[in-house]
């Protein structure tokens, strides 16, 4: 059964850090390119970053490039999103995701290109 489980959201102050985890159960994490998005009351699920398989390219959305960083342990099966200089429209619910057919590079930025989710994990920053 392929799962994704989040960690690391929390209530943090602005200009504060956080890293979020992603640890994947029921497959191998080396054959997905992996993603990050968040979700803010009222509002559409957004792109965050992606990471591909090997760890080779990353993409960030325009928000949170030069805060963030996201990265894998293949080895651990976990996803990592490092996020530095909270500001309080980081607030959401960040999720994981994978996306299968690891040398299709095209559409990492669209919910539609991932095939599993986790649950989500909170993120609060207070002004």
């Known amino acids: 059964q392929v799962q994704l489980v989040e960690s690391g959201g929390g209530l943090v102050q602005a200009g504060g850090s956080l890293k979020l985890s992603c640890a994947a159960s029921g497959f191998t994490l080396s ?18 970053a992606y990471i ?5 390219y990353t993409g960030y959305a325009d928000s949170v490039k030069g805060r963030s960083t996201i990265s894998r342990d ?3 099966n976990t996803v990592y999103l490092q996020m530095n200089t909270l500001k309080s429209e980081d607030t959401a619910v960040y999720y994981c995701a994978a996306a299968s057919a690891v040398t299709d590079y095209t559409n990492l930025r669209q919910t539609e290109r991932y095939a599993y989710w986790g649950q989500g994990t909170q ?3 207070s002004s």
């Open 31 to 48: 054959s997905y390119i992996m993603g990050w998005f968040r979700q803010a009351p009222g509002k559409e699920r957004e792109f965050v």
């Open 52 to 56: 591909t398989s090997s760890g080779t």
């Open 123 to 125: 993120v609060s920053v």
């Open 74 to 76: 293949n080895a651990k």
